[in-house]
């Protein structure tokens, strides 16, 4: 059972230049969350997804980062016009069920490491 | 609004014992605890939903005081593979399910 899948694992990219960050999650799986860690600091929260929904992105920036999770395909992160402060790894996980009731286990993908010249 | 985590290290020697503290300011429904070695994934450990549950996978333990919102993580005969950084993720209604807020970190490195 495959565990949740980033691609890429590294990303370099040029000031200004857009960012696409994907995930797909683990098999039966259909919430997916995006979480940032700047270097030598915790996780923060970005944005949760359901499938064709946007349930929480508070921890989203205003402004260049926009996120989707489609149908069908892997849930794409987006950063346009990217700055060298988007510089960090980025997160994805996964969950089961997210009734608002039950905490679900959240199991995390080996991230996107991106470096903005 | 993070939680807050204590120690922020700690340095054992193979076979001693650990004590993590996580402290919220907010009233908390579940607590959450992970392990991320350098440069790789955080790798689950253990949920902890209200109620004053302890739970235990082999060596490692946690309780949860939603009165004082307080978790602890406690590993005993720590061997060289808990070297990390321990989080501790924790979710409340105020901030809204599903969403983890993840504490400060503490960074735990155990020696042969």
């Known amino acids: 059972n495959a565990g949740v899948m980033q691609n890429p694992r590294h990303l370099v990219r040029r000031r200004g230049q857009e960012a696409r960050l994907r995930c797909s999650p683990m098999k039966g799986h259909s919430h997916v969350y995006w979480y940032r860690q700047l270097p030598e600091e915790g996780l923060k929260f970005m944005v949760y997804l359901q499938k064709e929904n946007i349930i929480d992105e508070s921890g989203m920036p205003k402004e260049r980062f926009s996120a989707e999770f489609p149908k069908e395909g892997p849930s794409i992160l987006r950063i346009q016009q990217v700055v060298r402060g988007d510089s960090a790894a980025y997160f994805c996980?996964?969950?089961?069920?997210?009734?608002?009731?039950?905490?679900?286990?959240?199991?995390f993908g080996p991230g996107t490491r991106l470096t903005v010249l | 609004q993070q939680p807050v985590q204590s120690p922020q290290a700690v340095i054992l020697r193979e076979g001693e014992d650990a004590v993590i503290n996580c402290s919220s300011s907010k009233a908390l429904y579940s607590v959450h605890w992970y392990r991320q070695k350098h440069g790789e994934a955080p790798v689950f450990l253990m949920i902890l939903l209200k109620g004053g549950e302890q739970k235990g996978h082999d060596k490692i333990s946690a309780s949860f005081n939603e009165k004082k919102q307080q978790s602890s993580l406690y590993l005993t005969a720590s061997q060289l593979s808990y070297s990390g950084t321990y989080f501790c993720?924790?979710?409340?209604?105020?901030?809204?399910?599903?969403?983890?807020?993840f504490g400060t970190g503490t960074r735990l490195l155990v020696s042969p």
């Open positions: 993720g924790t979710e409340s209604p105020s901030t809204g399910f599903q969403k983890l807020v």
């Open positions: 996980a996964s969950s089961s069920r997210g009734t608002g009731q039950k905490a679900d286990t959240q199991y």
